[in-house]
């Protein structure tokens, strides 16, 4: 089950590396090697790196509807 603030990151259109590590589990630097080796798509705006939560969805395998079976 997700908790509130993982629901909340993935309710947004991209989150940060901190965020990113947080709900899959990873290290900040294990995040930035993987988006470094391409197996996380990322965009960089100024210093920061920004990764859409649909790709962390993906890679969790959650659908809008475990999202929403998971907000009660």
Same mark, same amino acid.
């Given at each position: 089950? +997700?908790?509130?603030?993982?629901?909340?990151?993935?309710?947004? *259109? @991209?989150?940060?590396? /901190?965020?990113? @590590?947080?709900?899959?589990?990873?290290?900040? *630097?294990?995040?930035?090697?993987?988006?470094?080796?391409?197996?996380?798509?990322?965009?960089?705006?100024?210093?920061?790196?920004?990764?859409p939560? /649909?790709?962390?969805?993906r890679? +969790?395998?959650?659908?809008? @509807? /475990? +999202?929403?079976a998971? @907000?009660?």
């Amino acid at each position: 089950m +997700l908790d509130a603030q993982t629901k909340e990151w993935l309710s947004k *259109p @991209a989150c940060s590396v /901190a965020q990113a @590590a947080e709900m899959l589990g990873m290290s900040g *630097p294990g995040v930035i090697r993987a988006i470094e080796r391409g197996d996380i798509r990322s965009t960089r705006i100024g210093k920061r790196i920004i990764i859409p939560t /649909a790709q962390i969805r993906r890679m +969790l395998m959650l659908d809008d @509807a /475990a +999202l929403s079976a998971n @907000a009660a």
